[in-house]
T-cell receptor
Framework: AQSVTQLDSQVPVFEEAPVELRCNYS??????LFWYVQYPNQGLQLLLK??????LVKGINGFEAEFNKSQTSFHLRKPSVHISDTAEYFC????????????FGEGTQLTVNP | NAGVTQTPKFQVLKTGQSMTLQCAQD?????MSWYRQDPGMGLRLIHY???????DQGEVPNGYNVSRSTTEDFPLRLLSAAPSQTSVYFC?????????????FGSGTQLSVL
């Protein structure tokens, strides 16, 4: 079975500052990795995903993530955040054979302050 | 395009009552699933389906039943509600291609069991 650990439950930052949300995973087989975002009172939306190929993945809204197989990490980054980026962010993993069945991390609440 | 529609948005039950959470999608997705979201625990998979007539258990299936008689609908039934089932429930759907397709989420049902 696979598991996901998001290392920070809350990350407060000031507007226009860079941010990194950390995600580690464990699995004995090849995995696919995802970041989803949940704005207040809404369902989750896909930010980006890593299936194969380049380890640097670019997503929507200026976010990017880097897959590091040796460190089993998939950290999410944005060079300059906006107030509108305030949301909860979830890292998720699935095995190659499990299709859309995702295992989610606990979530990281990103709060961008003016 | 409506996407994934969940009803109701809010529900309060007494212990022992039964109810059905509705989920419908209009994207002709083969895969549908139910997650529950609890603070500090992320999203956990309850049940999923890869097509009409096919369902399977996820990580936390106890106390919940599902069926899939059509491609569009995937209701979640609580036969005898318990306070431990107080949570926010999300329905999600995607294509089922053998690859890890993007999940589309509904806006959630907030359930309180007293």
């Amino acid at each position: 079975a696979q598991s996901v650990t998001q290392l920070d439950s809350q990350v407060p930052v000031f507007e226009e500052a860079p941010v990194e949300l950390r995600c580690n995973y464990s699995s004995s087989v090849s995995v696919y990795l995802f970041w989803y975002v949940q704005y207040p009172n809404q369902g989750l939306q896909l930010l980006l995903k890593y299936l194969s190929g380049s380890t640097l993945v670019k997503g929507i809204n200026g976010f990017e993530a880097e897959f590091n197989k040796s460190q089993t990490s998939f950290h999410l980054r944005k060079p300059s955040v906006h107030i509108s980026d305030t949301a909860e962010y979830f890292c998720a993993v699935s095995r190659e054979t499990s299709g859309s069945r995702l295992t989610f991390g606990e979530g990281t609440q990103l709060t961008v302050n003016p | 395009n409506a996407g994934v529609t969940q009803t109701p948005k809010f529900q309060v039950l007494k212990t022992g009552q039964s109810m059905t959470l509705q989920c419908a999608q209009d994207m002709n997705h083969e895969y549908m699933s139910w997650y529950r979201q609890d603070p500090g625990m992320g999203l956990r998979l309850i049940h999923y389906s890869v097509g009409a007539g096919i369902t399977d258990q996820g990580e936390v299936p106890n106390g919940y039943n599902v069926s899939r008689s059509t491609t569009e609908d995937f209701p979640l039934r609580l036969l005898s509600a318990a306070p431990s089932q107080t949570s926010v429930y999300f329905c999600a759907s995607s294509r089922w291609t053998g690859y890890n397709e993007k999940l589309f989420f509904g806006s959630g049902t907030q359930l309180s069991v007293l």
